[in-house]
């Protein structure tokens, strides 16, 4: 059984930055996409990014809220993919989830499985 476990959330001002990570275990094969995403109070989830662990083609995906600003990265060797969130602003303040899939086009349509999420505040 995959678990996902997310670190990193918190509270910090306009401006400031966070680093989120989210370690994967139980995956018997790779690669697999993993990544994040967020929901803010009253409004739908929608995705912030993601990237292939352990191979797989193509550059990190992006959302265009995420790009700029967003930087994700992975570490193969710990089945583990960072988030590194600059420049926060207020819009940012959701529950961030991560969330992995076999692949990009299942990780957006459908991700397999989700971790319990971290919250992100952002104050002004």
């Known amino acids: 059984q995959v678990q996902l476990v997310e670190s990193g959330g918190g509270s910090v001002q306009t401006g400031g930055s966070l680093r989120l990570s989210c370690t994967a275990s139980g995956y018997t094969s790779s690669p697999y996409f993993m990544g994040w995403y967020r929901q803010a109070p009253g409004q739908e989830r929608e995705g912030v990014a993601g990237?292939?662990?352990?191979?797989?083609?193509?550059?990190?995906y992006y959302y265009p809220s995420a790009k700029g600003r967003f930087t994700i990265s992975q570490d193969t060797a710990k089945n583990t993919v960072f988030l590194q969130m600059n420049s926060l602003q207020p819009d940012d303040t959701a529950l961030y989830t991560c969330?992995?899939?076999?692949?990009?086009?299942?990780?957006?349509?459908?991700?397999?499985?989700w971790g319990p999420g971290a919250q992100v505040t952002v104050s002004s």
């Open positions: 990237v292939y662990v352990g191979g797989g083609s193509g550059s990190p």
């Open positions: 969330a992995a899939a076999q692949s990009l086009i299942n990780w957006i349509s459908q991700p397999d499985y």
